[in-house]
């Protein structure tokens, strides 16, 4: 059998095997992920199966196509707008979780013996979870629109940065320790995250700028199959190149997403690419099961029970914390906390990651397997628990804590009342957002500027070495290039010191002079203070004396000549990260009230797609009675990705759309089961794949003759549409219903040939 024989009968083996589990895992409610990792151990392990991977290693490569895919499609979550839609809150809780279990599991592992290396793995795996088992769980559960429930979900959208920075964290300290085990790693994981974010900056901005714009002109010009293979190449390319320049693919693949996921197709792009992740997405997870020793795993039980009780308590019990720090309630932050228990995809990314680089052994892979099945297990049953759970906990009991947080609470919301109601902090915010953005850029371009001038050395030797020295003008494109962000700093910094001066000083005519000398007096010690910040980063050991001052001089010349055309580009730059950063639209402004009254009116919110074939489609909700029969609403409606802003009795529904409704969980019950039912078998719905163009002529004796075309319903019974009738000379285009057909009328048909059969035996 060849080796590409084999590798189909692989994938073969892989999927079928998969799939049942993944039905399996679906009867016992429980994650698939958890499934796909079980028979990966299964197939993988020839001594106790039948069917089993002939060929893991090449299988093992074909997994990392789910890694990109995976990743890409948590950068296709990870909307920039929605940082802002969540609030300072989530982010408050994500960073407080993060820092409060990265501590103790460090902590916990050392004092039970574990190295430093495998001490700082442990506590990475566990400090991200797994953002596709905790939606899944919350989905189930109906508290996906809960208060706690969209938290959670919150922080697991934000974990996914922590898990980038993570993994260059981790990347860069196995680096530094296989290069010098002596030496302190701290130096060059410093180094590291500078370099990732400078990394990120100089990808995003462009990229932001440029590739939204540019798939929605291939997706005109070229259709959408065009612009699934300029995503997909993106996608390939971006993973690419964060591995040349030191990363992981995973950056790459997941900037990608977040840079798509501006594009007004992202909807579309998504759904492209669902049925290619899926496969291979199954294929990684099914891989990292297949690299498990399953006779290690008693080896391995004391590790996964440690990681299991960290999880379940020290994770909890951070995110907790975090909430309350972000002025959440005793009940919701507990109730939060307990949802964020279930540990997944990226602890086998990082536990993969450290047994390459040998500091970890496999046990820590076996671990990784272990803690995701017994936390994805576990999690369902103290999420479904959560109430009982958060009122037995509850800090309330202490009635000085209790005091304590109500008034840290107070504190809180009379802060957020105060900044939004401030006038200076409604018209700086934006600017400073913008001024850190300008400088995030400068100085991005100066950090990668000495690793990309390495790289770019390399492959113009190795490719081109007839092009011979490119310094002078490498160097001045990067000083340019920086050009754009400083000319828009410089231009917010004027506008905001003139906006201070004007509040401090006054706008009276007499202190014109102090308001003048205090205006200019901020802004020299604004530029003063960044010019000593950017020279931080220029390589002066790179560049010759006299070509750094005459790099200074033609940039500082180009500002002064060039000053409205680079303003010109950047405002382009700066529309499209204002526009990313936009705010989401709420598609059910009605849930902020419900998620907070649910407990009290004992109602739900949840969401109901209608399925293909359903026996209301096309129907009015009128015409669905709801409301008389379930005693269930519908409070809105998303077609395609879009809100209808109106709804009533005479909307139509249609296969795809997006319901929200509202009722009691047995009302709401009724209601997805009245949705969900399918038209009869007799009468199924015209397939216009397979319409053609026929015509017919009207006999003398037919019974159609005198009929109107609303009385015959043709479209209705067979699924035949009139196109037009010709009489006499003339045709007819689009006849109206109440036309009354004649002897020797022609009709021109659309639809299935054997439906016109069907319609000319009437």
């Known amino acids: 059998m060849t080796l590409s024989v084999q590798l189909i009968q692989d994938l073969a083996v892989i999927l079928l ?107 990475g795996m566990l400090v991200v979870s797994s953002s596709a088992i905790i939606s899944r769980v919350l989905e189930e559960y109906k508290l996906n629109h809960d208060r706690a429930g969209q938290l959670a979900m919150g922080v697991t959208l934000l974990e996914d940065m922590v898990a980038i920075v993570m993994l260059a964290w981790l990347g860069s300290y196995s680096a530094a320790e296989s290069l010098d085990a002596t030496a302190s790693p701290w130096p060059p994981l410093v180094k590291t995250i500078g370099l990732l974010f400078a990394f990120a900056a100089i990808v995003i901005v462009p990229g932001l700028f440029l590739i939204p714009k540019g798939l929605t002109k291939i997706c005109r010009a070229g259709g959408a199959e065009l612009e699934t293979l300029l995503v997909a190449g993106l996608m390939f390319f971006m993973a690419y190149l964060t591995v040349a320049t030191g990363f992981s ?161 107070e504190m809180w919301s009379g802060f957020e009342r105060h900044r939004s109601k401030n006038p200076m902090a409604r018209i700086l915010t934006p600017r400073l957002w913008q001024i850190g953005r300008e400088i995030l850029l400068a100085t991005a371009l100066l950090v990668f500027a000495r690793p990309g001038y390495e790289a770019t050395a390399i492959w113009i030797q190795n490719n081109h070495p007839a092009l011979g020295s490119f310094a002078a003008l490498y160097w001045l494109a990067i000083f340019v290039a920086c050009l754009l962000p400083i000319v828009a700093f410089v231009r917010n910094v004027n506008a905001i010191t003139l906006i201070v001066s004007e509040h401090f000083i006054g706008p009276q005519a007499r202190r014109s002079k102090l308001r003048l000398s205090f205006t200019y007096l901020l802004r020299l010690l604004a530029f003063a203070v960044t010019t000593i910040w950017l020279s931080n980063f220029i390589p002066i050991d790179w560049i010759d004396r006299y070509a750094l001052i005459g790099l200074l001089v033609a940039s500082l010349l180009g500002a002064v000549f060039g000053w409205r055309i680079l303003i010109r580009w950047y405002s382009h730059v700066e529309v499209a990260l204002s526009e990313s950063a936009r705010l989401e639209p709420d598609l059910h402004p009605s849930s902020a009230s419900l998620r907070e009254s649910s407990q009290a009116w004992k109602l739900d919110l ?96 037919s019974p159609w003759v005198g009929a109107t075309l609303e009385t015959l319903q043709w479209p209705k019974r067979y699924g035949v549409q009139i196109v037009a009738i010709q009489r006499g000379e003339v045709p007819r285009l689009s006849p109206d219903p109440s036309w009354q057909l004649q002897a020797g009328d022609n009709l021109l048909l659309a639809g299935p040939q054997s439906a016109i059969k069907a319609m000319k035996s009437e």
């Open 17 to 123: 095997s998969a799939t049942l589990a993944g039905w399996i895992c679906g009867k016992l409610n429980i994650s698939k992920v958890v499934g796909y990792l079980v028979v990966g151990i299964i197939i993988g392990t020839p001594q106790i199966t039948v069917v089993y991977v002939t060929d893991a290693q090449r299988i093992q490569t074909l997994s990392q196509l789910g890694l990109v895919f995976l990743m890409f499609f948590v950068g296709l979550q990870f909307r920039i707008g929605k940082i802002r839609e969540l609030g300072v809150g989530p982010v408050v809780a994500t960073a407080v979780t993060a820092i409060i279990t990265l501590t103790i599991t460090r902590m916990a592992a050392a004092a039970l013996g574990y190295s430093e290396g495998e001490s700082l793995f442990l506590a």
């Open 249 to 409: 693919l995973a950056l790459g693949a997941f900037l990608c997403g977040v840079i798509v996921s501006e594009s007004a197709n992202s909807r579309v792009i998504t759904a492209n690419f669902s049925g290619l992740k899926d496969v291979f997405v199954t294929v990684f997870f099914t891989a990292i099961g297949m690299s498990i020793d399953i006779f290690r795993f008693p080896e391995a039980m004391p590790l996964i029970l440690l990681g299991v009780a960290l999880a379940m308590v020290v994770r909890v019990v951070a995110s907790s914390i975090g909430f309350l720090v972000a002025a959440e309630t005793e009940k919701t932050a507990l109730r939060a906390g307990l949802c964020l228990t279930p540990i997944g995809e990226f602890s086998f990314v990082i536990a993969g990651l450290g047994i390459s680089a040998g500091i970890l052994d496999g046990d820590f892979q076996i671990a990784a397997v272990g803690i995701s099945f017994l936390t994805s297990l576990l999690s369902p049953l103290l999420i479904k628990q959560s109430d009982k759970i958060a009122r037995a906990l509850s800090p309330s009991r202490i009635k000085s804590l209790e005091k304590t947080l109500r008034f840290y609470r």
């Open 606 to 701: 949840v969401e109901f797609t209608i399925p293909e074939g359903s026996s209301y489609a096309g129907k009015t909700i009128a015409t669905t009675q709801l409301r008389t029969r379930s005693n269930a609403s519908i409070v809105g409606v998303e077609r395609q990705g879009h809100q209808l802003t109106t709804i009533g009795p005479g909307t139509h529904l249609f296969p795809g759309d997006l319901l929200f409704l509202v009722g009691d969980s047995e009302a709401l019950k009724k209601a997805q089961d009245l949705l969900s039912t399918t038209r009869a078998k007799h009468a199924p719905p015209p397939r216009l794949s397979l319409a053609i163009l026929d015509q017919i002529t009207v006999p003398e004796k």
